[in-house]
């Protein structure tokens, strides 16, 4: 009811004229006429879909990733996945904190690599223009997703039975081909967790 009961609401009131307070008065499909014809709208709806392709499947390969390579490490792998996981631990809020201070132009990285003569990133405003801002929230969404995946992953790879892991090599598998089983094998258990889990 909390998520169901506003949304049917809403889209109740899109065939309205309501400010809020005023009783609503119908007027058919006005709102969405002129939302279907607004660039705007469709700028965002480009967006968006870039957006959610990116954060699929950008930290989702980045995690399988440095899951494979974190089975590689004999000694602290432990200290590596805290380290990665740590982002993903961070609330939204103190995610955006630290971001917008290492990308303002005035107190980030570029006023530390001004300090030092390197000036290529004055007046660059990453999160201030339209053609940086898309491509910087990504990225911050997937640096704060990746050490989730990886985790999740490393743990699936390590339930992939020693033995299978053996025979591939006696068969002449290499690293690399051995790798790609175990992640194919992890990928199927963790999409066998996720249907479990719904």
């Not at 705007?40 to 930290?59: E, G």
């Not at 432990?78 to 103190?94: E, H």
Request: charge should be neutral; charged fraction near 15%; aromatic fraction near 12%.
């Amino acid at each position: 009811m909390v998520i169901g009961g506003p949304a049917v609401s809403s889209i109740g009131y899109s065939f309205t004229d309501w400010n809020g307070i005023s009783p609503p008065n119908f007027i058919g499909l006005d709102n969405w006429q002129r939302m279907l014809t607004d660039d705007v709208f469709w700028s965002t709806m480009r967006n968006n879909a870039v957006y959610l392709v990116v954060l699929v499947i950008v930290p989702t390969a980045l995690g399988l990733l440095g899951a494979f390579l974190l089975t590689r490490v004999r000694r602290g792998s432990t200290v590596f996945r805290a380290i990665y996981f740590i982002p993903f631990l961070l609330i939204s809020v103190v995610v955006a904190q630290i971001w917008r201070n290492l990308l303002s132009p005035e107190t980030g990285i570029a006023s530390a690599l001004d300090a030092i003569g390197i000036t290529w990133l004055n007046d660059v405003y990453f999160l201030g223009s339209q053609e940086l801002a898309l491509p910087t929230v990504i990225g911050v969404h997937v640096w704060s997703f990746i050490g989730f995946s990886m985790v999740f992953f490393f743990a699936a790879i390590k339930t992939v039975d020693p033995a299978l892991v053996e025979a591939a090599r006696l068969d002449g598998v290499g690293v690399w081909g051995n790798s790609g089983t175990s992640s194919s094998r992890a990928s199927d258990r963790c999409s066998s967790s996720r249907s479990a889990s719904r």
